[in-house]
């Protein structure tokens, strides 16, 4: 094999260099790698620094991750193997032993009702259901049904938004379902992360590219952890005055803990989004302390997996947020949902007391947000116990004369409860009849294809005998 000139050396390195960037977890082997394409870099002719696309190394192995088609540990594209891990999460959650502890969980709450009426009764005082009936507005409780309602349309509107802009397909009813079974496997889920998986799945099971079913629930969160913080921020400045109370000093420094927390987390997304070279040696590093500390078996598989999903992340990041109406159109649909479910103990409260000042409907909104504030990171499903204990503690002084334990009652019912019922419904429903009529939309689809790639063959064909004469 003749022995190449310097240029063409040069040049092969340029090629190789503008290909990739290399992360590893194996510090004497990033030196070597490193090395040749610093070389490479100063005796370039031009002079100028090279634009590295991102390239991870994630095994022991070697493997990469191609700029063109970046490809997962199986050979498959990122998206596709985002896909596979969450098809692994849902069978997880669909395994017997999560029915059995969804069905636990499901029975503990009850349990913590049980208990949080029996200490009211005897501390407080609850009111009968005779004496609530005569009293209580219950035509009032309808409109928190409305709300839930307006709530869900907003769910669908905010999925709609991210997909129509990825596909320019009109599917409405694909769309509530999604959100309805994101917002099922939340409710049954630790730290409410089941939703994901499963909507992702979800979408991909229905027809959807498997790179648009993985950015859309992505960027979902992402602009929903953004309204959050903007919401908190606002209720925690501007009535601050408000909470007040021995009862509540607990629940307050837990729900700063907890924005704290979101913050952190924009922060780490923000930045995952943007960093292609920083982010992946911090995830490096932090996975090498959760092995160090033996909360993690082996950092480079985690590494891997936890890229896979960045990678996917940035790549919708970008397609979303280049269209400034996109981004602010589900932050404001994201707020939305926020406030309404908000205005659900204020309903509440209209139900139980005839007089509802400004001065209440401002107080309740901004207590309900430490509520959501206090239960976003607690390791229960649905935040049992943690939720009626926070709403006891917060709103004692406002639902008076022995109703604090059915107003508590009523919203949960509408804040969990009916979530879980509603995803319930969804899945009969797909069990009993959408799945069939999916499989007859996918078999449409591909006849259509079939077409469209028999009419570009023909179309070839006849240019190139037009040619040919």
């Known amino acids: 094999m003749p022995q190449q000139n310097k240029d063409e050396q040069l040049n092969n390195a340029k090629k190789n260099v503008s290909k990739c960037t290399y992360f590893f977890s194996d510090r004497t082997q990033e030196k070597l790698e490193l090395k040749p394409q610093k070389i ?13 696309s991102t390239v991870f190394v994630v095994d022991k192995q070697n493997l990469l991750f191609p700029e063109e088609e970046l490809k997962g540990a199986s050979g498959a594209p990122v998206e596709l193997v985002v896909l596979e891990e969450a098809k692994e999460k849902v069978e997880n959650q669909k395994s017997n032993k999560s029915k059995w502890l969804n069905l636990a969980f499901f029975v503990l709450n009850i349990i913590i009702l049980a208990g949080i009426l029996i200490y009211q009764s005897t ?114 400045i501007c009535n601050s005055k408000i ?135 607690i390791p229960i499903p649905g935040g049992s116990g943690v939720a009626e204990i926070s709403f006891s503690a917060l709103f004692m002084a406002l639902f008076t004369d022995g109703t604090l334990f059915w107003a508590m009652l009523f919203w949960r019912i509408m804040n969990y409860f009916i979530y879980l019922l509603q995803g319930m419904i969804v899945l009969i429903y797909d069990f009993a009849y959408g799945n069939k009529k999916n499989k007859a939309f996918k078999i449409k689809l591909a006849e259509k294809e079939q077409e469209i790639l028999k009419r570009t063959k023909h179309a070839k064909i006849n240019k190139n005998n037009i040619k040919q004469k």
């Open 40 to 52: 490479a870099n100063k005796q370039l002719k031009n002079n100028k620094p090279i634009k590295y």
């Open 123 to 236: 501390t407080f005082g609850v009111v009968s259901l005779d004496v609530l009936k005569e009293n209580a507005r219950f035509s009032i409780l309808f409109f928190t049904i409305l709300l839930f309602v307006v709530i869900m349309l907003l769910e669908a509107l905010r999925t709609h938004i991210l997909l129509y802009k990825a596909t320019r397909q009109f599917r409405p009813f694909l769309c509530y379902k999604a959100s309805a079974i994101s917002r099922y496997y939340d409710c049954v889920t630790p730290f409410a992360s089941g939703g994901q998986p499963f909507e992702i799945f979800y979408l991909n099971s229905r027809g959807v590219h498997g790179g648009i079913a993985t950015s859309v629930p992505l960027t979902k969160a992402m602009y929903n952890n953004v309204a959050f913080i903007l919401v908190s921020v606002i209720v925690l």
């Open 243 to 377: 909470f007040t109370g021995q009862e509540q000093n607990v629940i307050i420094i837990w729900g700063i803990i907890s924005l704290c927390i979101s913050c952190l987390i924009l922060l780490i997304l923000i930045l995952f989004a943007i960093s292609k070279r920083i982010m992946p040696k911090i995830l490096m590093s932090c996975l090498r302390l959760g092995k160090r500390m033996h909360f993690i078996k082996d950092e480079r598989v985690l590494f891997s997996k936890c890229m896979r999903t960045i990678l996917e992340y940035q790549k919708s990041t970008k397609h979303y947020i280049a269209n400034v109406w996109i981004t602010l159109g589900s932050v404001l649909c994201s707020a939305t949902i926020i406030i309404v479910k908000a205005f659900i103990p204020v309903m509440l409260y209209w139900a139980f007391h005839v007089n509802v000042t400004a001065e209440v409907v401002i107080e309740i909104l901004s207590k309900f947000i430490l509520v959501e504030l206090a239960t976003k990171y």
